[in-house]
Structures are given as structure tokens and as C-alpha cells.
């Protein structure tokens, strides 16, 4: 099915039967981000999409995944990277990774408007399928500094079938980020077995991305635990 077709269909966010994820990833890219590390977040994403783990996740069974991503910063500065994309072939998910991977910032110098971020991210599912679980990840190196933050968002807008799970970027010794892990777990997760991944800085942050695409994308087993909230690993 062509890709065209596929957004057009999505517009109208028709259920479908064999989605079992809706999965949107967000992309820190506020001013604390610089060159470099936006690089290195692309990449490393792009190279967590392609990664042998991921697309075992990915095609572990024969209901698809649909997949989108944005950027965010300021509260009025949004960007979609990826629209939505059915993943059922090996060739769709690393075409998804090829679109990251050559994309291009499209804002450097605004704050963290983490709220508005987490409102945006409904908007996406609100245009996407109807699969049978929603997930949003909120991927930064830093807290709420503009406008209203999680909770507010979180009252706000439609989150009760929505799980939203973190990716802190934490970079030792710096005292900017003094709390912030302690911050995602209280203020950013939320919904039934949300958690929290955590990268040791920027050049961690493929290992980061891939461990928690694996977990967010392996299929739960029967009779299972529902993880623990605010959990890393």
C-alpha cells in the first residue's frame, strides 16, 4: 500500500484490526540540545529502528505496529518528522529509520515547553489508527521551563488510554539537571506500567533508545506482571 494512501486513510483515524501499538516518539530539541547531540539523538534513534532487537520486537507477531515521531521545544514549536506509517515489513521500518536519520532540526533556540509537547502528542493520535494500545515517549535532557507542564497536560487533554513512557538524557555533574530523573518519574510517566529509560548522556543514547523500544515493542506475555511504574530496566 503506498505511503500516500496511508496517510490519507489515517486523517480520519479508522480502527485497525491487526494494530496492536500505536507508538509516537518525541524528540527533544530545546536549546539545551546542541548541534551535536541532536545529531547523535537522529542517529541514534535511526540506528535503534534498524537495530536486530527492535525489528524482532517489531514483527514478533503478525498484528503490525504504526509508528510516527516529532520534534519538540517551545510551546509553539512542534514538528512532525514522521507521519504515520504502518510498520509490517522490514522494509517499512527501515524506511521509517531512513527518514530520521535525514532530517533535518527545525528549531535551536526555544525552551522546554513540556506541556505543550504532551498536547501535541494527543493531536497525533487523535489523526492516527484506532490500535489496540497507545503509547507516547517523551524523550529530553531537561525539565518543564515555559507554559504549564505534565500534570496540567495531563488534565487537560485526553490521556486516560495513553501510556506515556520516558527517555531522560542525563549528563553528570551538570547541575542543570539537578532532579530530573526524580522529575520524569513523578511528573512525566503516566498510565498503567509506564517507565523510564535512562541514557548517560547523548553517546548513550542509542543503547537507551533500543532497550526501550524493545520493551515498549515485545509483545506482553499472558499472565504476565504489569511492570512497575517509574521503573528503569
Excluded at 59 to 78: C, K, M, P
Excluded at 81 to 97: E, H, Q, S, Y
Excluded at 117 to 145: E, I, S, W
Amino acid at each position: 500500500m503506498r505511503a500516500g494512501f496511508i496517510s490519507a486513510v489515517f486523517l480520519g483515524g479508522p480502527a485497525i484490526a491487526d494494530c496492536r501499538l500505536a507508538l509516537v516518539l518525541a524528540l527533544d530539541v530545546s536549546s539545551s540540545v546542541d548541534a551535536a547531540e541532536d545529531l547523535l539523538q537522529r542517529g541514534g534513534l535511526a540506528a535503534a529502528l534498524m537495530s536486530d532487537d527492535v525489528r524482532d520486537a517489531v514483527f514478533a507477531t503478525d498484528d503490525h505496529v504504526a509508528l510516527a515521531i516529532y520534534e519538540w521545544s517551545g510551546r509553539h514549536n512542534q514538528k512532525l518528522l514522521l507521519d504515520w506509517r504502518i510498520i509490517d515489513t522490514p522494509a517499512a521500518l527501515f524506511g521509517a529509520a531512513s527518514v530520521i536519520r535525514h532530517s533535518t532540526r527545525s528549531h535551536n533556540d526555544f525552551p522546554t515547553a513540556m506541556g505543550y509537547a504532551l498536547g501535541y502528542g494527543v493531536g497525533v493520535f487523535r489523526r492516527g489508527p484506532q490500535c489496540h494500545n497507545r503509547t507516547l515517549d517523551m524523550a529530553g535532557d531537561g525539565k518543564n521551563n515555559e507554559g504549564f507542564g505534565p500534570a496540567q497536560a495531563y488534565a487537560a487533554f485526553p490521556f486516560d488510554d495513553v501510556t506515556v513512557n520516558g527517555l531522560v538524557v542525563h549528563v553528570a555533574d551538570d547541575p542543570a539537571q539537578t532532579g530530573l530523573i526524580a522529575y520524569y518519574r513523578s511528573q512525566v510517566l503516566h498510565g498503567p506500567g509506564a517507565f523510564l529509560e535512562i541514557a548517560q548522556g547523548f553517546e548513550d543514547y542509542e543503547r537507551a533508545m533500543r532497550r526501550k523500544l524493545v520493551r515498549e515493542l515485545t509483545p506482553p506475555v499472558i499472565g504476565s506482571l504489569t511492570p512497575q511504574q517509574g521503573t528503569q530496566g
